[in-house]
């Protein structure tokens, strides 16, 4: 266990020591109340790792690493910012996957960029988006994330 998660573990201890101190009941109904929602979102949870694998199963580890990790980092980072443009993947589900393939060998700048685009650029809901903010607003906005989608790829590359 690193240093944060430790720090992270002291803390949530120490305030949940505070709360019962506080108010035993609040606590106790607020743990009750949050094992609720976990049991609501278990099946939610298993179909996220139900996906992962089964996009993990058409897609070989191999492939992943060949076009996400050996090829040209500006092409495939190209490439991963315009299918994350045009594919739409809740977030929940978004970062597991994008964990998946950084452990199947995929380098970092094209998976930020598939990421970013995905929570930033908006093709599939593009059609809505026109119709309540209008055209040059909507189109200004999915241009200047796309751009600034590859940006922050690039200087994640340059970071990590």
């Not at 939610?44 to 996009?55: D, N, P, Q, T």
């Amino acid at each position: 266990m690193d240093f944060i998660t430790l720090g992270l573990w002291i803390f949530t201890v120490i305030w949940f020591i505070s709360s019962i101190i506080k108010d035993k009941n609040k606590t106790f109904n607020a743990i009750k109340m949050s094992s609720g929602l976990m049991r609501n979102m278990i099946g939610e949870i298993i179909g996220i790792l139900f996906f992962i694998g089964l996009i993990l199963t058409f897609i070989p580890p191999d492939t992943i690493k060949y076009y996400l990790g050996q090829s040209n980092t500006i092409v495939s980072t190209i490439v991963a910012a315009f299918v994350g443009s045009i594919t739409l993947i809740p977030a929940f589900v978004a970062f597991p996957l994008v964990g998946s393939f950084v452990n199947a060998g995929a380098s970092i700048i094209p998976i930020v960029a598939f990421l970013t685009t995905l929570t930033m650029v908006g093709f599939v809901t593009f059609p809505l988006e026109k119709r309540e903010f209008g055209v040059e607003f909507a189109l200004t906005r999915n241009i200047l994330s796309f751009g600034f989608a590859v940006i922050i790829a690039f200087l994640m590359g340059v970071i990590m």
